[in-house]
C-alpha cells in the first residue's frame, strides 16, 4: 500500500514537474540551449540515460523548428539586404565612371578640336590650318596659270578642229556623190542584166 501511495505520488509529482517543465520550454524569454537544459534538468534519469516524456519532446521540436525557420527568414532577409546593398553599390559604381569618363571627356574636348571626326591638339590644328590654307593658296595660284595656258591650247585646238570638220565634211560630200556615182552605174548594169535575162527567156 505504500508503495502504491509512493507511485501515485511520484506519477502526480512527475506530472506537475512536467507541466512546469513545458512551461520553462515555452518561455520566450529562454534561447534554445537554456530551454534543452530545462527539459534535460526536468526529466528523470534512469540508470545513464534521460526519461523525457514525449509531448516535452513535441514542445521542444515544434520550438526548435520555430526557431530554425525565423533565424532562416531572418537569414533570407539579410540575403534580399545585402543583394540590394549590392545592386545600390554597383550602381554607385557606373554612376561614379559615368561621372569621371564625363569629367575626363570635358577636360579632352577643351585641350582638343574635333575635325571630320579626327581630334587635333589646338596647337597642331592651328599649325595644320595654316598649312593648309597655304597650300591651297599655291594650288589654286597652279591652276589659275594653267588655265590661262589651257585657254591659248583650246583656241588652237579649236581652230585645227574647225579646219579638220570642213576638211572632213568635203571629203563626205565627195564619198557621198561618188557613192551615189557609184550607186548609179550599179542600178544601170542591173538593170542592162534583167534586160538581156529577159530576152533570152
Not at 534512469?46 to 515544434?62: A, P
Not at 554597383?90 to 579632352?108: D, G, N, R
Not at 565634211?169 to 556623190?177: N, S, T
Request: positive net charge; proline residues 0%; without cysteine.
Amino acid at each position: 500500500m505504500k508503495l502504491l501511495a509512493i507511485l501515485i505520488f511520484l506519477v502526480q509529482s512527475t506530472g506537475v514537474f512536467a507541466q512546469s517543465a513545458v512551461k520553462a520550454i515555452e518561455d520566450k524569454d529562454l534561447n534554445l540551449k537554456d530551454r534543452y537544459q530545462v527539459m534535460k534538468s526536468g526529466s528523470q534519469t534512469y540508470e545513464d540515460y534521460k526519461v523525457i516524456k514525449e509531448y516535452i519532446l513535441d514542445g521542444f521540436w515544434k520550438i526548435t523548428l520555430d526557431s530554425v525557420n525565423k533565424q532562416q527568414a531572418s537569414i533570407n532577409d539579410l540575403e534580399s539586404r545585402i543583394t540590394a546593398l549590392e545592386g545600390e553599390l554597383l550602381a554607385s559604381q557606373k554612376a561614379i565612371k559615368e561621372q569621371q569618363a564625363s569629367v575626363e571627356e570635358i577636360v579632352y574636348d577643351s585641350k582638343h578640336i574635333s575635325v571630320i571626326g579626327i581630334p587635333f591638339g589646338k596647337g597642331a590644328f592651328l599649325i595644320l590650318t595654316a598649312i593648309v590654307v597655304g597650300a591651297l593658296a599655291i594650288v589654286i595660284v597652279t591652276i589659275m596659270g594653267r588655265m590661262k595656258i589651257a585657254r591659248a591650247t583650246m583656241k588652237e585646238k579649236e581652230l585645227i578642229a574647225h579646219t579638220l570638220t570642213q576638211e572632213f565634211d568635203e571629203y563626205k560630200k565627195k564619198a557621198l556623190e561618188k557613192q551615189t556615182k557609184l550607186s548609179r552605174e550599179l542600178q544601170n548594169e542591173r538593170n542592162k542584166l534583167f534586160e538581156m535575162r529577159g530576152q533570152k527567156m
